[in-house]
């Protein structure tokens, strides 16, 4: 695959294959979903836009939806009986944040999936209690 024009050097390492192949990196519901292979999919979607918009108001996006994550985390939490929308509302939310912090990486030139190595190679020590 060759390096788009804009495209970071290690988003251009990843290879993406055809969605129906069984492990393509390419987001999909029948393959394996890779952190690199969805934050790739969010740069070739988004990243113009993105890249316009530009870091503050794209972290105000994000923030927005911590909030809506924030509320459908009060709405399923335990002792609560949520409705199977507000169960849905949960999981989307939790897509949301992903996609947008996926996003802020990308206009900041940030590969997550080595970001992560902090704590699967590297180690991270400590408990947050
Ligand atoms: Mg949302």
Known sequence: MSVRAGCPAWLGRITLRPMSTPDSNTPSRTGTLTISGFQRFIFDKYYATDSARGTPPTFM???EEIGELSTALANNAPGKQPTAEQRGNLEEEFADVFAWLCTLANINNVDLA?????YLVKGVEGVKS
């Open 114 to 118: 080595a970001a992560l190595d902090k």
């Open 61 to 63: 996006w994000f923030i």
